[in-house]
């Protein structure tokens, strides 16, 4: 019995490493950076209302085995391209959000069509594949924007339009749609702020997924990310199944840039999708989902560390060794290393599984 005990609590501790490792850094990092525990749970509330969306978003394919997706910039660059022309179009508030959605919904089903379409002919390889592609449709996006903004697309707005006629400056202002829906319902306890509104649509999407997968079609992708084989002798349609998965997380995707970049205000035309899917991917991670396996819980626990992180590391740099860049290296480095860590942890254990077999 002891020593079922000891197996036991080593095997949590090895599946639930990098979320153990990240707690513990969040609290070092909270008692080093000397900040009001008031101050640090604002900012994270903050961050936690314009990034859960899209780190949710990652939820549906890495449980229809498609792995960790990164080609979730392709949301990204839809929903941008639908604040670009709500932004030239001047159209504020709710409605310009809601413009911006609907501009972006039929550009997100495109790219999630071509990119379902290519993880489906690159089984066993989606993650590179995903990468892969999103390295290519970052450089048609940018050829679109710098050359086709002035030209093809209508865009006049010398406020964004470069000196010489065509093409997108580095930065659009969106003051159009900052904070439209964060201030749509906003209550004050105490010394925080919280934006009811955009946790409302999260608690929503978060539901929404649940009850997915409580369907014959949720059903589908656990069966298809379990086992490809069994799936398809089961009379699963696999291919279907995972191109849906990849639709849903790529308009998913979209919604969520344009959640996010509501509440900043401003979007770096040519940069602001780039870290998109490396910080989402991140978060998921740091909540305990893995390659394989992954929980609306893991995703909103992963989201919220991950972030306070994010909050304390500058500060703790700055009171620890006199410079706040530190912190700044710091948190670029535990994005990059619990992506490296879970597919080096994923990697072994399909090694293990093969020895088995």
């Not at 002035?150 to 406020?159: A, M, S």
């Not at 703790?316 to 860049?325: E, R, V």
Request: charged content about 15%; overall charge positive; hydrophobic content about 55%.
């Amino acid at each position: 019995m002891e020593a079922r005990r000891k197996l036991s609590f080593k095997r949590a501790i090895r599946e639930n490493g990098v979320p153990i490792m990240c707690f513990i850094l969040c609290g070092l990092g909270v008692l080093a950076s000397g900040k009001p525990l008031s101050f640090l749970l604002q900012e994270a509330i903050g961050r936690m209302a314009r990034n859960s969306f899209i780190v949710l978003s990652l939820v549906v394919p890495i449980v229809a085995g498609l792995g960790l997706n990164f080609a979730i910039v392709l949301g990204a660059m839809a929903g941008q391209a639908g604040l670009i022309a709500v932004a030239a179009a001047k159209i504020k508030g709710l409605p310009g959000l809601f413009t911006a959605v609907v501009v972006a919904f039929p550009l997100a089903l495109l790219l999630g069509w071509a990119a379902g379409s290519i993880m489906n002919r690159a089984k066993g390889r989606e993650m590179i594949a995903g990468m892969i592609l999103g390295f290519f449709m970052n450089g048609v996006y940018m050829l679109v924007f710098l050359f086709g903004a002035g030209t093809v697309l209508p865009i006049k707005d010398p406020r964004m339009i470069l000196p010489q006629g065509y093409g997108l400056r580095n930065t659009v202002d969106l003051q159009v749609v900052k904070w439209s829906l964060d201030n749509l319902l906003k209550v004050r306890v105490g010394p925080i702020s919280l934006p009811l509104a955009t946790f409302a649509v999260t608690a929503l999407l978060s539901m929404g997924i649940l009850k997915l997968f409580s369907t014959k079609l949720g059903q589908d992708m656990r069966a298809a990310g379990q086992d490809i084989r069994i799936a398809e002798v089961a009379g699963i349609k696999v291919d279907r199944t995972r191109m849906v998965a990849m639709l849903l997380s790529t308009v998913l995707g979209a919604i969520g840039q344009i959640i996010f970049l509501q509440n900043i205000g401003t979007l770096n035309v040519y940069d602001s999708h780039g870290q998109t899917g490396t910080f989402a991917i991140a978060a998921l991670l740091v909540g305990g989902a893995t390659v394989t396996k992954a929980t609306v819980g893991q995703a909103l626990l992963g989201t919220f560390m991950f972030h306070l992180l994010f909050i304390v590391s500058p500060y703790a740099g700055q009171n620890l060794l006199g410079s706040a860049m530190v912190g700044e290296y710091f948190r670029a480095f535990v994005a990059y290393a619990v992506i490296a860590f879970s597919l080096a942890l994923h990697s072994l254990q399909r090694s293990k599984m093969a020895v088995r077999r």
